[in-house]
């Protein structure tokens, strides 16, 4: 059914859960299952010729999302599937995408939280804009 799922984490509940379900996916199919945590990029703003973000805090942001994806993999303790882990800097939905697209992923997974309410509409959320542009399936996992 599914060669390749890819899911996003956070460390939030809702990642957790995301993960869980695509880890008892991968496990029912066969799947490899690609985990990816999204960081953003350190150089947000500079003054004049000075960047008010050094190399050291990029390179703290990647060693946090690596740290992390570490942490969930760990908790998992599978050992029938085959799992990758994958720090990506940039916008979660778009590290999501990108990260399906790259390892021909036919499933992305997510959790639903933030997609209640005005603010799905005007500001949009992860699992909406992944829904919307992944150009392949996609599970939300419903945790709240």
């Not at 697209?101 to 309410?117: A, H, K, Q, S, T």
Request: glycine content about 8%; hydrophobic content about 45%.
């Amino acid at each position: 059914m599914f060669r390749s799922i890819v899911v996003g984490v956070d460390g939030s509940p809702t990642s957790k859960a995301a993960l869980h379900r695509a880890v008892r996916l991968a496990e029912s199919t066969g799947a490899e299952l690609h985990v990816v945590c999204a960081y953003q990029n350190a150089s947000l703003a500079s003054v004049g010729d000075v960047s008010l973000a050094s190399s050291s805090v990029a390179e703290a942001l990647q060693n946090a999302a690596e740290e992390l994806l570490g942490e969930s993999v760990n908790e998992l303790k599978v050992d029938a599937i085959k799992v990758a882990t994958h720090a990506i800097e940039g916008e979660a939905s778009d590290a999501l995408i990108d990260a399906a697209d790259e390892f021909d992923c036919d499933l992305i997974v997510v959790g639903n939280r933030g997609m209640r309410g005005g603010k799905r509409l005007l500001l949009g959320s992860v699992p909406n804009r992944v829904a919307h542009h992944a150009g392949r399936d996609v599970l939300i996992v419903h945790t709240s």
